[in-house]
T-cell receptor, first 109, second 118 residues
Framework: RKEVEQDPGPFNVPEGATVAFNCTYS??????FFWYRQDCRKEPKLLMS???SGNEDGRFTAQLNRASQYISLLIRDSKLSDSATYLC??????????FGGGTRLMVKP | GAVVSQHPSRVICKSGTSVKIECRSL??????MFWYRQFPKQSLMLMAT?????????EQGVEKDKFLINHASLTLSTLTVTSAHPEDSSFYIC??????????????FGDGTRLSIL
């Protein structure tokens, strides 16, 4: 079983739609979590951190449920520019990051 | 702040060639640098972790004699793919971190190097 698992998608949604991604993790000792965005042939870029209390940044909302070892990302009012691969990432001891396989989003006009 | 530069961004070379990739932290001292590899439609997989002045720690399945990592200073780490073959073609990404760096993320990534072996 992979340490961080995601549905690979792709999620094909129209502009303006709300889309949600899920992620599960197996290492209960993971210290914190992040969502990264990766465009084709580019390096991953931090989208937002994930907190148990929930974290909202504009159209993006992230949530962590430690009891279920489950992480979510909600994107409201999708834009064409949101098309990318979204990576769920756990942060572990030694400043190590473990990446999920990524969920591909395609927003269409 | 916390800028990481990776060079070159693109390499195309013949099978059997050795390729060196550089990773530099431009505005901070990186005590630890990480090297990742990403194959098409797959996620980033950690290859090795290097601490300045120490031997790199390689992940299971990564050949240390094939992927030579040097981290001789606090701002530079290099990855050399020795005698590269077509199956080594991939996207290689470095990242850097420092316990003294106040940041909203644990690692800062370079732009990546796309390696194609013919």
């Amino acid at each position: 079983r992979k340490e961080v698992e995601q549905d690979p998608g792709p999620f094909n949604v129209p502009e303006g739609a709300t889309v949600a991604f899920n992620c599960t993790y197996s290492n209960s000792a993971s210290q914190s979590f992040f969502w990264y965005r990766q465009d084709c042939r580019k390096e991953p870029k931090l989208l937002m951190s994930v907190y148990s209390s929930g974290n909202e940044d504009g159209r993006f909302t992230a949530q962590l449920n430690r009891a279920s070892q489950y992480i979510s990302l909600l994107i409201r009012d999708s834009k064409l520019s949101d098309s990318a691969t979204y990576l769920c990432v756990s942060h572990n001891a030694g400043n190590m990051l473990t990446f999920g396989g990524g969920t591909r989003l395609m927003v269409k006009p | 702040g916390a800028v990481v530069s990776q060079h070159p961004s693109r390499v195309i070379c013949k099978s059997g060639t050795s390729v060196k990739i550089e990773c530099r932290s431009l505005d901070f001292q990186a005590t630890t640098m990480f090297w990742y590899r990403q194959f098409p439609k797959q996620s980033l997989m950690l290859m090795a972790t290097s601490n300045e002045g120490s031997k790199a720690t390689y992940e299971q399945g990564v050949e240390k004699d094939k992927f030579l990592i040097n981290h001789a200073s606090l701002t530079l780490s290099t990855l050399t793919v020795t005698s590269a073959h077509p199956e080594d073609s991939s996207f290689y990404i470095c990242s850097a971190s420092s316990p003294s760096l106040i940041s909203n993320q644990p690692q800062h990534f370079g732009d990546g190097t796309r390696l194609s072996i013919l």
